[in-house]
Each structure stands twice: as structure tokens, then as C-alpha cells.
């Protein structure tokens, strides 16, 4: 092993300890979900933002306010609401005076949206306007209000909510904001060991408190060190061939050509080798894995993949889709095992 090399596996050998430490603060609120709570955290090493959803009392708003307690970052979370305006995001200039000369000008006041963590809680509450607000936050990092553009402080992560099972009242989110969550989480019920444990657990009048184990710098670190992470071409070329084969006009798989009206474009294979570079990481190697591959292509392809109208009657979601093709499809040439 070649110094330089030696050198990214003595920093990851110590940054993973503190995302073990960090997993172990989560773990004394959030009982079980050790899926979701993993892909949250592939979601910070790659450097992107989550869509969590799942019905409500699963712990979505409470699982990403303890994750926020434990990295030691600004955090916020946005209530969203079908009143709320994007001035209450982004902020909102305000006329003052000064005590001196008596002048008086706008000031720009900064809203939630300038934190590290934000929560959107219930996106799909608000309307499109409100929605559209947040684009260039999630995808330039920076806001821009009037004639003068804001930096936002790195890192940024925005991880939203939103309930599956309520559609009066509600906004669906646009494909096109969706395609900007790197990860689209889906949260399910937890298990009978689980459920009863956190009925233990939450009942009585002991509360954990929760230590700040990881820093923003170790974050932005992270994100580096996940680029570093080697992947051979055979599984680059196996993650093309995924993307390619969800679209119906380049595939040659009937299924495909059968169910689906829209397939991924190459930002979906983007986040299929950031977030499978960030899962063996997340593990402590310093290589991708096709189980890597395997464990994010769901979460990656569940919001990039439109079904038709009749796939959507039959129950084929685009779940089953991503899972058919992951298991026709074969990788080929020399891979990291």
C-alpha cells in the first residue's frame, strides 16, 4: 500500500469511528430503523439531501432532529404549512434606520433556510411557490433574493418529510424538485421487538441526553474522502446499464417498455455512485462493492422512475421495477469484490 493510500485509510479508520459514535447517539433515541438512519447518514457523506416518508408516529421529525443534536451544526426546522410564504424561508429585507445619520435602508433579514441541517417537515403541505423556494438552496447552495445572491453555509443538507396517506390539503411535489433529493427514504413500521421496546422506552420519565460526537469540519471531510473511494469500471459501466435500462425508448426489457413511461437521467446514476461510494465508507472501506451498488439503487431510482397508469392499477411501483432490473441485469468484466 503506497503512502497515499495508507494516509485516506488511517482518516477513514478515524472518521468511521466517529460515525459509529454517532450511530450509537442516535441509537439511545431512535430505537431500530438502523436502514433509514443509515441511508441519513449516506445522504451527508455524498453531500446531498433526503425525502423521508412514512406515516405519521414513525419517528421521521424526532429521527432527523437527534441526528441533528448529535453533530454539532446549526440546525432548523420549517413547519410547512399551505399559508407559508418563500419570504419565510429565505428571509425577507426590512427597512431600518441608523441612530447616527437618521438614514433609513433595507436590511436583509436571513430566514431558517441559512442553517447547515434544515427539516422541512411536510413539504407536501405547502404550495408549488413555496416549494420552488428551496430549489436553488438544494441544488446551488446559495440564495438569491433581489439583485444580490447569498452563500449558504456548507455543509447543507435540507431533509424533508412528507405523509403518504393524506392527500387532502396537500401539494405533490414536482418531478423535477424530487429529482434533487439525492434519496428518497421510505419509512415502515417497526418490528414487534421494536414496537415494544419503544413503548418501554418512551413511557416513562427518563430521557437520554444526547452528546454533540461529530463536527461540521469532520462532515465536510467525509464528503471529500467519499470522492477518494475507488470504483472499478466494471460497475460504473453495470450502474449505466441500470440507468439505461429504466428508460423505455433505449431498453431492450419488455417489462420496462410494459410499465414504465419515464426512466432515470444521468443525475440518478450520479447518486447511485456517490451514495454506494458513501456506503462503503460508511462501512470502512475504501472500495464499492456491487452490494453497495445493490443496498442504494431502491432509495436512488424510487423517485426517477415513473410508472404508467396502468402499472400503477396492477401495483407495479417503481420499487419493482429497479428490483427486476437489478436482478436481470449482470455486471460486466473484472469488479471490486
Known amino acids: 500500500m503506497d503512502k497515499e493510500l495508507q ?15 454517532l450511530k450509537q447517539e442516535i441509537g439511545k433515541v431512535i430505537i431500530g430503523q438502523e436502514e433509514t438512519v443509515s441511508q441519513l447518514l449516506i445522504t451527508f457523506l ?22 441533528a443534536n448529535a453533530i454539532d451544526l446549526k440546525f432548523k426546522r420549517i413547519q410547512f404549512t399551505p399559508d407559508l410564504m418563500p419570504s419565510d424561508i429565505i428571509g425577507t429585507e426590512i427597512l431600518e434606520e441608523d441612530h447616527t445619520t437618521g438614514k433609513k435602508f433595507f436590511k436583509f433579514n436571513k430566514g431558517p433556510i441559512f442553517s447547515n441541517i434544515i427539516l422541512a417537515d411536510e413539504i ?30 456548507k455543509p447543507f443538507f435540507i431533509l424533508a418529510t412528507q405523509n403518504p396517506i393524506e392527500q387532502s390539503g396537500t401539494f405533490v411535489l414536482p418531478e423535477a424538485q424530487q429529482d434533487r433529493f439525492l434519496l428518497y427514504i421510505k419509512i415502515g413500521y417497526p418490528t414487534k421487538q421494536d414496537e415494544e421496546a419503544i413503548l418501554k422506552a418512551t413511557t416513562g420519565t427518563f430521557k437520554k441526553k444526547l452528546n454533540k460526537v461529530i463536527s461540521g469540519e469532520d462532515i465536510v471531510r467525509l464528503q471529500q474522502l467519499v470522492r477518494e473511494i475507488s470504483i ?18 433505449t431498453t431492450t426489457d419488455s417489462y420496462v417498455k410494459d410499465w414504465v413511461d419515464w426512466g432515470a437521467g444521468p443525475r440518478a446514476g450520479q447518486a447511485m455512485i456517490l451514495t454506494a461510494k458513501a456506503n462503503a465508507l460508511l462501512e470502512g472501506r475504501l472500495a464499492v462493492t456491487l452490494n453497495d451498488i445493490k443496498s442504494v ?41
Open 232 to 249: 472499478s469500471d466494471a460497475l460504473i459501466t453495470f450502474v449505466s446499464d441500470i440507468i439505461r435500462a429504466t428508460r423505455p425508448e
Open 46 to 67: 455524498a453531500g446531498g439531501h433526503a425525502l423521508l416518508e412514512g406515516v405519521p408516529g414513525l419517528a421521521k421529525t424526532l429521527m432527523i432532529r437527534t441526528l
Open 124 to 153: 407536501n403541505r405547502t404550495p408549488p411557490k413555496t416549494q420552488a423556494a428551496l430549489l436553488e438552496a438544494m441544488q446551488e447552495f446559495e440564495v438569491t433574493y433581489g439583485d444580490k445572491t447569498y452563500p449558504l453555509d
Open 7 to 21: 494516509r485516506i485509510a488511517d482518516e477513514v479508520e478515524m472518521l468511521s469511528g466517529k460515525l459509529k459514535a
Open 297 to 337: 439503487a431502491l432509495p436512488v431510482l424510487r423517485h426517477r422512475v415513473l410508472v404508467n397508469f396502468r402499472a400503477e392499477a396492477e401495483g407495479i411501483t417503481s420499487d419493482k421495477v429497479a428490483s427486476h432490473l437489478l436482478n436481470t441485469i449482470e455486471v460486466k468484466g473484472k469488479q471490486t469484490t
